[in-house]
């Protein structure tokens, strides 16, 4: 019995040559030398594969080999940090193959960076680099532990006496806290633009917006301003060299997380000088009431108000009827029409065009 124990082992830590030659290691993406990158999955038993990527131009049908791979070969991706999936028979999925997966509520996209030359604002550079910390608290507003990170700028472990502002920085409705980093490369952007002396430097933190049940998501704003202000503020001004005060502070996000910080920025201008809103779902009028109908303390207390939406973004008419809102009320703001869709490419410039305008 244990002569077959030992045998059945060692089969399975070193399989047979044959075995090896049936399942070769799978390289997708793989960067070639004239700047093409293949794509590659083993699917032997798919009727149709496709690449989705987002990319210009970036869906196209993949080929099938004799050994049941399907590869396609693009011949250049534009600079930039794109999303792609695979759309085996119908189904869309992630590229198994690529360790980089964008964080998501429901994961089906892979990522792909290819550098710009010289490099983006949103590339690695060689300058000094903060570092992201990870973090798990017990919510009281949800029952259950959530997690946040944070980025701290550099030189923040050198000068233990120096305090920093304090950019809260939401993700969109399909997100969670680690996409504004792995996806939307803040951290870098931030590092770039501090370098550089385009922005002062600052703490990031980086909230999972999702906090209701899914069978009671009309409470999520609510449950999450509850959970920001009550705990997620504490933790960090407690934990982290921070300054205090709504001028040593900010909040901005993205499509849901837009509609997030303009709600919660609006009500609590104590708390925050500075709100923004990338591509944003739009807050109700009567929960931002207090603002729109106090237009001269408003104005007083917030020394920024951005809101930025792409002109292809289906989000735009809402964008427009809130902008024009604020204009009927007094309410100062600045109002950024650019080209662009509902898409991360656009996010990034937003928040490099945001950052230098805090503190």
């Not at 399975?12 to 044959?18: C, I, R, T, V």
């Not at 709600?263 to 729109?292: H, M, Q, W, Y």
């Not at 065009?353 to 503190?359: A, R």
Request: proline residues 8%.
């Amino acid at each position: 019995m244990r002569t077959k124990l030992l045998i059945t082992m060692f089969i399975f830590l070193f399989p047979s040559e044959g075995y090896s030659q049936r399942r070769p290691p799978v390289a997708s993406p793989e960067f070639g030398d004239a700047g093409n990158v293949s794509f590659r999955i083993p699917a032997p038993d798919a009727k149709k594969v496709e690449l989705v990527g987002q990319w210009p131009n970036g869906t196209a049908a993949m080929n099938k080999n004799d050994n049941g791979l399907w590869e396609l070969v693009v011949d250049k991706i534009p600079p930039g940090v794109w999303e792609y999936s695979l759309r085996v028979d119908g189904v869309t999925m992630i590229d198994p193959n690529n360790s980089e997966i964008k964080p998501m509520r429901s994961p089906r996209s892979s990522i792909i960076h290819v550098a710009g030359n010289p490099p983006l604002i949103h590339d690695f550079q060689s300058v000094l680099h903060g570092t992201v910390h990870s973090h798990t608290y017990d919510s009281r507003a949800s029952g259950r532990p959530r997690r946040m990170a944070v980025y701290t700028p550099p030189g923040y472990e050198l000068d233990t006496n120096k305090k920093y502002p304090t950019l809260y920085l939401q993700h969109g409705s399909g997100d969670n806290e680690a996409t504004w980093v792995v996806h939307g490369k803040a951290h870098w952007i931030a590092d770039n633009l501090i370098a550089s002396n385009k922005a002062k430097p600052m703490v990031i933190v980086m909230l999972d917006g999702h906090i209701a049940p899914p069978t009671d998501r009309g409470s999520n704003t609510e449950l999450f301003e509850r959970d920001l202000v009550a705990q997620a503020m504490p933790l960090v001004e407690s934990t982290y060299r921070v300054m205090i005060g709504p001028e040593q502070r900010a909040i901005v996000g993205l499509s849901m997380g837009g509609g997030q910080s303009l709600s919660i920025g609006l009500r609590n201008t104590d708390k925050f000088a500075f709100v923004g809103g990338f591509s944003s779902s739009i807050p109700r009028e009567e929960s931002i009431a207090a603002s729109l109908s106090n237009p001269s303390q408003t104005n007083q207390r917030l020394k920024l108000l951005w809101v930025g939406c792409g002109k292809d973004d289906s989000l735009l008419k809402r964008n427009e009827v809130f902008i024009a809102s604020l204009k009927s009320k007094g309410i100062e703001h600045q109002w950024h029409l650019t080209d662009g869709n509902h898409s991360w490419p656009l996010w990034r410039i937003y928040l490099s065009n945001f950052l230098p305008l805090l503190f």
